[in-house]
């Protein structure tokens, strides 16, 4: 949404402050760490997922890694023109909101149907969370510092990957 003066809803005027860059970064990061480290971390845990939930083949059991795979996959671009509609901020604390309760939700799970619907719902909150993330930072961030937050970003994603 455009102001008369073209700026964006997200971008300070001349007389108005921008947010402090390190601590959006630090929020940031911490959201799109846990989203990229949940798409993997899962593979660890997936035989102890397999002994709470005895009797379960392992092709059901892969559908707890894959249906957050895919869902995630599937919803990065709407949830991004989402973000890019509402506001990048609200799409982004859904985002943990719906994250942070699925998650939750995946710890209580009384049978594998219930965890794998939990981890659908944690891929929707990181669909939401990790494009909103890249438009917080670059609305955030003074034009000579955003490539800097661009790579930081990077490498968080993929640290978090790699840790997974």
Not at 100 to 121: D, E, F, K, M, N
């Amino acid at each position: 949404m455009s102001l008369p003066d073209g700026r964006t809803a997200d971008t300070p005027g001349p007389t108005e402050q921008r947010p402090r860059l390190g601590v959006v970064f630090t929020v940031i990061a911490a959201g799109v760490a846990m989203a990229n480290l949940d798409v993997f971390i899962v593979n660890v845990a997936l035989p102890d997922i397999g002994h709470q939930f005895s009797g379960t083949s392992l092709a059901t059991l892969s559908w707890v890694l894959n249906a957050y795979a895919v869902v995630f996959a599937a919803l990065l671009v709407p949830a991004g023109n989402f973000a890019d509609r509402v506001n990048p901020r609200i799409a982004y604390l859904s985002g943990i909101a719906l994250f942070t309760l699925s998650s939750v939700l995946c710890a209580l799970a009384p049978g594998i149907w219930l965890l794998v619907g939990a981890r659908v719902l944690q891929a929707v909150g990181a669909a939401m969370l990790i494009p909103s993330s890249l438009g917080l930072l670059l609305a955030t961030a003074p034009p000579e510092k955003r490539l800097a937050s661009v790579r930081g970003w990077t490498a968080i994603s993929g640290v978090a990957s790699a840790l997974g």
